[in-house]
């Protein structure tokens, strides 16, 4: 379409952690030229309804484009050119294209489809266009509009546009109208609408568009009139299309959901890729790059690219976070180091006081080393102290030989004391045995003798409760033997002949206490026969305290002097 002219490239960068399209020249030194701003119009026509083509079959919609004045920056002579490119990219692409141009492109394409406007405005604008060829070029089932009917629209009372599967054009002058086809498809499918779109004098303003299997789109524009806009969809005999039960006829001021699902003419992206506007024909050129980008998404990666963006964006807005955030953290560190600016002096401070303190570590070490001495040094005079008593009570002592002598006399002593101790035991055995010999001498003749000394207290118990009970006896007979012979006899007691046994055995062991008494009298007797001997051993004196003492006061009754017990 431009020959010689540079190549044209497309970039995908970032800018601020978003995707970024940069669309520019080529210049034979390597440089880059904005295609907007740094060329003609020719080139951004050019670049911009390749733009269009690019992003109508990315859609995966319906592949229609409307492009107004879609050629005006091209020089007449190229403009054939554009159309050849455009009608075999639109073969190739399966696109149905609708051109509307001020030039006369007859004869630019063999496969071209040329309408023209006639008649003016005020009396009804009407269009002249080959709808036999173009009805006949269809197949019932084809996707793709058939005809564009415009009733009460603008300048045109009822005129029908005709349509083929490939590029149609539709040419005339200016101010006839020619943009207003662009406006009735800007109306059905982007909703984009004003009451001023309404023919004058009219009520409503229709348009209606033939699809496939003979069916038609309607649409009706009514103002101050409930629903404002109106979409239906028609059978090719009139009545209204029917789907899972639901009337496809649909009010208000959105378009219907159903007519974006079986058209697939709608705003991609919030992009017009598929109904161009006369007054912005450049597509793309003039939006930011991250803007451009979003053609990219066109798509079936739409929804991944999308998703990339945002997670994007999320990267991005947790960095500028963590930015913000390190930077409030580095002005509250900054704050908190300024208060700290005395820092070095401290510092210095600090070594000094650090100086004093390994010093006094050294003189407490030193204090503890002198307090041990002062503790070993009080314990030494101590001890020195009862090393001096001990020597002052030794040299009060006797001579050697004074203290053998009194050792001498010590041993006498202590054997004095125990032969004392031994004649006390045996004066205490001979007062007991003396106390035994009265007991027993006091006994009946006919007492047995007790073998058993320790139970005689306890038989003679019992012997004084028999002859008490036997004086009771005799005073229980005397009574009864006082009785008359009539009176009752008492009962003897069962028990009468065993207490009388028992009697006899009492008397029997009496008669042995009685021996063993008389025994211990004899030994009483050899006891002070010895005593005599140990007397006579001692010059008459009593063994314990020296006194002069008798055989028999020995053992009994005698008082030991104080000097003997002191000795």
Known sequence: MLPGEKPVRLDLTTERGLPALDIGVERPDGGREDVLEDNGGAMTNVVGMALRLIAVVKAGVGRFLALDEADCWIAPDRVPAF???????????????????????????????????????????????????????????????????????????????????GVNALVGPNNHGKSTVIRALRAVFYGEVRDSLVRAGANVARVEIGVADGRVLRYARQPKRTPVNLWSLHEADGSLVRENGTTLETGGRDVPSWVERLFGITRVEDLDVHVAHQKFPVFLLGEKPARRSAVLSIGREAGLVRDMQALQRERVTEDQRTIREGEREIARLREALSALG?????????????????????????????????DRLARSGRLATGAAARARALADLPAPETGAEIGRAL?????????????L??????????????????????????????????????????????????????????????????????DAAATAQRLAETGRRLAAARGRAAAARDGLAVAEAEMEVVLAATGGRCPACGTPVAPASLLVGHRHSGTGDAA
């Open 342 to 374: 005395d820092l070095d002096a401290l510092e210095g401070a600090l070594a000094g006081l650090r100086g004093q303190a390994d010093a006094l570590s050294v003189e407490e070490a030193r204090l503890r080393d002198r307090e041990a001495l002062a």
């Open 425 to 494: 035991a045996a004066a205490a055995d001979l007062a007991a045995a003396r106390g035994r010999v009265a007991a027993l001498a006091g006994l009946p003749p006919e007492a047995p003798v007790a073998r058993d000394t320790a139970r005689a207290g306890t038989h003679a118990a019992r012997l004084r409760r028999l002859r008490a009970g036997l004086a009771d006896a005799r005073d229980r007979a005397a009574v009864l033997a006082g009785l008359p012979d009539e009176a009752p006899r008492p009962v003897l007691r069962p």
């Open 83 to 165: 159309y050849r490119v455009l009608e075999e990219s639109a073969a190739k692409l399966g696109v149905q294209c609708l051109a509307i141009s001020h030039h006369d492109v007859a004869g630019f394409g063999a496969d071209l489809t040329v309408s023209r406007i006639a008649g003016r405005p005020e009396t009804g604008v009407a269009i002249a266009g080959p709808a036999a060829s173009c009805a006949a070029a269809w197949t019932p089932e084809r996707p793709g509009f058939r005809y564009l009917r415009l009733v009460d629209v603008q300048g045109f009372s009822d005129a029908t546009l005709p349509l083929g599967p």
């Open 411 to 423: 041993a006498e002593a202590r054997h004095r004391a125990a032969l004392g101790r031994h004649v």
